[in-house]
T-cell receptor, first 114, second 115 residues
């Protein structure tokens, strides 16, 4: 089974702090994604990565950056956290050669910014 | 551009009753279609998917969905709901044969189950 692991399930940070959210997948998937989930808004794509060292902006990249130095790891960075970034963050990956678009998700990281 | 609408934000059913969650999509051809479930505090788990062929697809946990091209719909059904089915359900659409395509998700339907 594909496993996508998000290192922190729950985080509480203060406004202005730098926040790292880590995601690791164990299936050699090329693509990795970071979504933000808010009530009533569904899933919104923040950033995605086609492969190592490649990144593309999604629908709501402002206030975020990402890093993908190794194929299995995709990090989401909040340079200076703000209260409006309080949310559930979901990491996902997929195998591009399957050509189906199917995503495999981690369990999520719930971030609270005070 | 593709889009997905889940018209029902919340649905409450009694345990043992049947369930249908609606999903309508907008896409120029037959898309790839997915239903995901999210239990409280968890990530999304794939329930079922449709790529081609038989328009009635079976998934995990006793769920099924039917693709209706004429109605641009992919509704999720279960004949008898269990209390453990209480969760949020997301429909998603993707462009077939496009490896680089992003999935588009609906806004979700939260299912509550009454004892």
């Amino acid at each position: 089974d594909v496993k996508v692991t998000q290192s922190s399930r729950y985080l509480v940070k203060r406004t202005g702090e730098k926040v790292f959210l880590e995601c690791v997948q164990d299936m050699d998937h090329e693509n990795m994604f970071w979504y933000r989930q808010d009530p009533g808004l569904g899933l919104r794509l923040i950033y995605f990565s086609y492969d190592v060292k490649m990144k593309e902006k999604g629908d709501i990249p402002e206030g975020y950056s990402v890093s993908r130095e190794k194929k299995e790891r995709f990090s989401l960075i909040l340079e200076s956290a703000s209260t409006n970034q309080t949310s559930m963050y979901l990491c996902a990956s997929r195998w591009i050669r399957a050509n189906t678009g199917e995503l495999f998700f981690g369990e999520g990281s719930r971030l609270t910014v005070l | 551009a593709q889009s997905v609408t889940q018209p029902d934000i919340h649905i409450t059913v009694s345990e043992g009753a049947s369930l249908e969650l609606r999903c309508n999509y907008s896409y120029g051809a037959t898309p790839y279609l997915f239903w995901y479930v999210q239990s409280p505090g968890q990530g999304l788990q794939l329930l079922l998917k449709y790529f081609s062929g038989d328009t009635l697809v079976q998934g995990i946990k006793g769920f099924e969905a039917e693709f209706k091209r004429s109605q641009s719909s992919f509704n999720l059904r279960k004949p008898s709901v269990h209390w453990s089915d209480a969760a949020e359900y997301f429909c998603a659409v993707g462009a077939p044969g496009n490896a680089g395509n992003m999935l588009t998700f609906g806004g979700g339907t939260r299912l509550m189950v009454k004892p």
